[in-house]
């Protein structure tokens, strides 16, 4: 077992006349196609830092079991929009564990969807903590950060959106956050 010392991001779309292709091309427009992706639940560790996808790719190799939270959604509906949004919340109190979540669905924006993975990050977190939270109450658009009973929380998303493609074909689109030992 380890615990994941960095972590990057990650977002892609695909179009294919098959679902499965489609997904395959979302991974390989968000660069991750060559990695076994193994699916985990949504722990943001302690002392992880988070890194760019470049630096991240680099300490992998293809085939490599990587551990990720992922989002994905398909959708073979010419002209609706789908989205695909990993959104994260972090405690300013360092040596604290964060929070990431995981959501996709149809007809929201980038934003819209990012802003909505960031308010469940921040909601899972602050009940781990004890605290209530409110995402309409406790958001400052000023700082851009969650207050939670005197406790700064920084949070971010990544999201892709798409509108489903002419002809038949599929549409996934991807957002990923994967973890590197």
């Known amino acids: 077992m380890y615990v994941p010392r960095y972590l990057f991001f990650t977002k892609g779309v695909g179009t294919d006349k098959e679902k499965l292709a489609s997904f395959e091309k979302a991974l390989r427009t ?9 699916k985990v639940s949504s722990i943001f560790p302690p002392h992880c830092k988070i890194i760019d996808i470049d630096a991240g790719l680099s300490l992998l190799e293809p085939g490599e079991i990587t551990h990720c939270v992922m989002a994905r959604e398909q959708i073979n509906e010419p002209g609706r929009r789908v989205v695909a949004s990993i959104g994260l919340a972090l405690p300013a109190e360092n040596g604290r564990y964060g929070y990431l979540s995981e959501h996709n669905g149809f007809g929201q924006t980038e934003i819209e969807a990012g802003e909505y ?5 921040a909601s899972m977190l602050a009940n781990t903590l004890g605290i209530e939270f409110d995402s ?7 700082r851009e950060v969650y ?13 892709q959106a798409a509108l489903g493609a002419e002809g038949h074909l599929w549409t996934t689109v991807v957002a ?6």
């Open 30 to 38: 968000a660069r991750i196609a060559h990695l076994n992706l193994v």
């Open 117 to 121: 993975a960031e308010d469940l990050a």
């Open 136 to 142: 309409d109450e406790d958001y400052d658009e000023r």
């Open 147 to 159: 207050q939670m009973s005197g406790k700064i929380v920084e949070s971010q998303h990544i999201s």
């Open 176 to 181: 990923a956050a994967l973890f590197v030992k």
